[in-house]
């Protein structure tokens, strides 16, 4: 008997070789049983069952690339995003010591003010 067979297929399991609607392809057949016409039958549409079958496992390996590659995107987004609130959060702390030396400055010239006041004030009503 001599089967139409190809050489990706001649090994791969059947599990592997499932079509589009999850249906198995047609089994091989011997040329001599089956008549030329429908081996050749059965081998088209083996031959399409590959096809779809890698034509899927291409666009699979295709996405999970396409997914990889914006998951990282995201993680060096999260990075970014990470680094940038930490320099904003050591800014917020160096502007708010700013902001207490500032009022306390505040408090000692208001201070000085009224010491002025009264002590020029005394020397004009005299």
Do not use: I, W
């Not at 139409?4 to 001599?32: D, E, F, I, W, Y």
């Not at 999970?64 to 320099?87: G, N, P, Y």
């Amino acid at each position: 008997h001599v089967q139409r067979r190809t050489p990706s297929v001649a090994h791969a399991p059947r599990a592997a070789m499932v079509g589009l609607r999850g249906a198995p392809p047609p089994p091989l057949t011997c040329l001599s049983e089956a008549g030329g016409g429908a081996a050749a039958s059965a081998a088209s549409a083996l031959d399409h069952a590959l096809a779809a079958s890698e034509a899927r496992a291409e666009k699979a390996e295709l996405e999970v690339l396409r997914l990889t590659t914006s998951l990282a995107d995201c993680q060096a987004q999260r990075r970014d995003t990470a680094s940038l609130l930490e320099r904003l959060g050591e800014q917020n702390a160096e502007l708010r010591g700013r902001f207490d030396r500032a009022e306390v400055r505040v408090a000692e010239l208001e201070h000085l003010q009224r010491e002025c006041e009264l002590k020029h004030g005394y020397l004009l009503d005299a």
